[in-house]
């Protein structure tokens, strides 16, 4: 199966929207050669910005921008999202001005910079911001779809993208806001989000092999949340739901989908994720070994869980 990472994705996807909205520009932070979007600059260089190590100054430029009906994307690593946090709340979200963000090199699978650059409160920090679309795309394909709604969006637009290379699934139907169904089953529900989704489909399968037919749910939108399908699969499975992410287990995916279960007939309910600590340095697949995020690893908690 073809891998390709999703911040490689967000690159083409932002050469392709240029070409046919004049509107979109794009700007960096010193790491356009990271976040990808150094193809963009080298296809439309009269509307790329490279605004330095100066990531507050990138999103007030940004914001002045969308003002004068510009589409402007900001890009940087996702763990500087706190670095200009104030911005993005007050300078962008607080007016509802039209600025999207592709922040990368997203959770743990960043792999041997460390807990330092491993960027797992971004999503929690960008749920709670009124007037912000979240966006965690699983794949390239999805990616582009992302990229594309999000230029779409009137208003601010949060998209998480990784470093590593991943499966590139076929295309899915793709609606802002709503959940895709991998797999259905009736024993739990697994509800994922984000290049967690490999893992988790391994995890199925696993769990298929012992007898337990568990469905698996994938979010690419965090906000809005799809309160709706979450709902109707936790009734469908039981009231028997888990959620991974490669995030926090602490205002991310396992949050959003609690606050749309609560009070729905959850029998059992448990968040698999990154616990209350920082990412450490590593190869990612030792990454995830470490912090229980591997297919067999999440299939034997899951069954431990039922």
């Not at 605004?51 to 914001?63: L, S």
């Not at 510009?70 to 946090?85: D, E, H, K, M």
């Not at 607080?94 to 959770?107: E, L, M, Q, R």
Request: glycine share 10%.
């Amino acid at each position: 199966m073809e891998k390709k990472a999703v911040r490689v994705a967000y690159g083409e996807a932002l050469v392709k929207l240029g070409e046919s909205n004049p509107k979109v520009v794009v700007l960096d932070a010193d790491l356009a050669s990271a976040t990808m979007t150094n193809a963009f600059k080298k296809a439309y260089p009269d509307r790329f910005y490279d605004c330095g190590i100066a990531e507050a100054n990138m999103v007030d430029m940004a914001a002045g921008m969308s003002t004068m009906g510009l589409i402007p994307f900001c890009s940087t690593f996702a763990v500087f999202a706190g670095r200009n946090y104030d911005q993005i709340r007050n300078g962008v979200c607080y007016p509802k001005f039209n600025v999207k963000f592709g922040f990368s090199h997203a959770g743990i699978t960043l792999g041997e910079d460390g807990g330092s650059h491993q960027a797992i409160e971004d999503i929690a920090l960008m749920r709670v911001l009124p007037n912000m679309t979240v966006f965690v795309p699983s794949d390239a394909n999805e990616c582009y779809q992302c990229v594309e709604a999000a230029a779409a969006i009137e208003g601010p637009v949060f998209i998480r993208t990784a470093r590593l290379a991943t499966p590139v699934y076929d295309p899915r139907p793709f609606t802002p806001g709503k959940g895709v169904v991998i797999r259905d089953g009736k024993d739990c529900v697994i509800f994922t989000c984000g290049i967690m989704l490999e893992h988790t489909m391994e995890a199925a399968e696993i769990l298929a092999s012992r007898g337990i037919d568990a469905a698996l749910v994938s979010f690419h939108t965090l906000k809005p949340f799809d309160d709706t399908l979450a709902c109707e699969y936790t009734a469908r499975c039981g009231g028997k739901v888990f959620t991974v992410e490669e995030h926090s287990i602490i205002g991310g995916l396992g949050d959003a989908v609690a606050s749309a279960i609560i009070g729905k007939g959850v029998v059992s309910f448990e968040k698999i994720g990154i616990n209350d600590e920082f990412g450490q340095s590593g190869k990612p697949a030792d990454l995830l070994k470490e912090y229980g995020l591997t297919g067999p690893q999440i299939a034997d908690r899951i069954q431990a869980g039922l």
